[in-house]
């Protein structure tokens, strides 16, 4: 039964109907990735690379990146890595990166802003995962895109990193964390490699709440009709492509939301490595008409209340 039981854990995930559903990790240390291998993770679907280089006084090497995205990708014994590059910004202020103090650092120089500012970090970061990352492993992500215009800045720097260290351009894809980038998704997914989508800042930007803020923790759900209407534009938007779509933000660790995830177009979920095998179990008792008509009901309701009173019947 023990041995059944870990089996179970550790096989690919399909709804009862067949429909593959990749149940990924999201990582931020080689120990998560430890820990996510041992829960029945298929992958990760988000490296948070802050780790790298936030409490020091200066950036870390290249060659420092590279030891770290290697251990991490051996540890994860040939799965995929999804890496995001640098997503750091004014509210978590970096001794070597000298902005200027921003009165909204949510909306200010972070993410790929920061990055497309900081060439030499971004070029470095890109030439360290190439390196670090076994070919067949892996995969680059860029948070905080609002267009196709700095994907494709991006793209071009990650064109010459590749060319330096002689290898192919590994699949890069898009974080989904921006109202403008949901709308725009159609267009994003005609140039990016897959879509994930960050329910944390989607939710923040899009319900106008701060996500760090506890006097409105209660009121900022992911699962609002609004932010879930947007998520439905970029599923829509990675389908006319052919792409895939997945969830990287918090939304993905919760076991009721994935039928609604899955209803609308996402096959990837991204959670925290101890949510990874309630998911898989959540997941396998679905079935895809039936995650379909439940988006369309959850996409007509009007309150993130009235979604969660629906997922509880
Ligand atoms: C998100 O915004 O949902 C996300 C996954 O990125 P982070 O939480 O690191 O901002
Ligand atoms: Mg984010």
Redesign the pocket.
């Known amino acids: 039964r023990r041995a059944a039981e870990v089996e179970a854990a550790h096989a690919d995930c399909v709804t009862a109907d067949g429909a593959r559903i990749e149940i990924f990790a999201n990582l931020g240390s080689l120990d998560d990735a430890t820990r996510a291998v041992a829960a029945g993770a298929e992958g990760c679907g988000l490296l948070r690379t802050e780790f790298l280089f936030l409490d020091r006084a200066e950036a870390p090497s290249e060659e420092e990146q590279r030891e770290a995205y290697a251990a991490i990708a051996a540890a994860l014994g040939g799965r995929p890595l999804i890496v995001r590059t640098l ?1 750091i910004g004014g509210d978590k202020p970096v001794p070597y990166l000298p902005f200027p103090p921003e009165d909204n650092p949510a909306l200010g120089a972070r ?1 790929i802003r920061l990055s497309l500012a900081r060439p030499d970090l971004l070029r470095a970061q890109f030439r360290a995962i190439l390196a670090g990352v076994p070919e067949e492993q892996c995969r680059i992500m860029l ?2 895109i609002v267009d196709r215009g700095e994907f494709a800045q991006a793209r071009a720097m990650l064109d010459e990193a590749a060319a330096a260290v002689r290898c192919d351009r590994p699949p890069l894809g898009v ?1 989904i ?1 921006t109202p403008a980038a949901a709308l725009l998704a159609h267009d994003i997914a005609a140039e990016a490699d897959f879509l994930s989508v ?1 329910t ?2 989607l939710t923040q930007y899009a319900l106008a709440a701060d996500r760090g803020n506890p006097a409105l923790a209660g009121r900022i759900d992911a699962l609002h009709p609004a932010v879930l209407r947007l998520i439905t534009l970029a599923g829509e938007g990675a389908a006319a492509h052919g792409r895939w779509l997945g969830v990287c ?1 918090a939304l993905a660790s919760d076991p009721r939301a994935a039928a609604i995830l899955i209803g609308l177009g996402v096959t990837e979920l991204s959670a925290s490595p101890a949510a990874v095998p309630a998911l898989k179990a959540a997941v396998r008792a679905l079935r895809t008409e039936d995650c379909r008509a439940l988006a369309r009901r959850a996409l007509a309701l009007g309150t993130a209340e009235a979604v969660r009173a629906m997922l509880e019947e």
């Open positions: 997503d993410g948070p905080m974080m964390e960050g944390n800042d933000g």
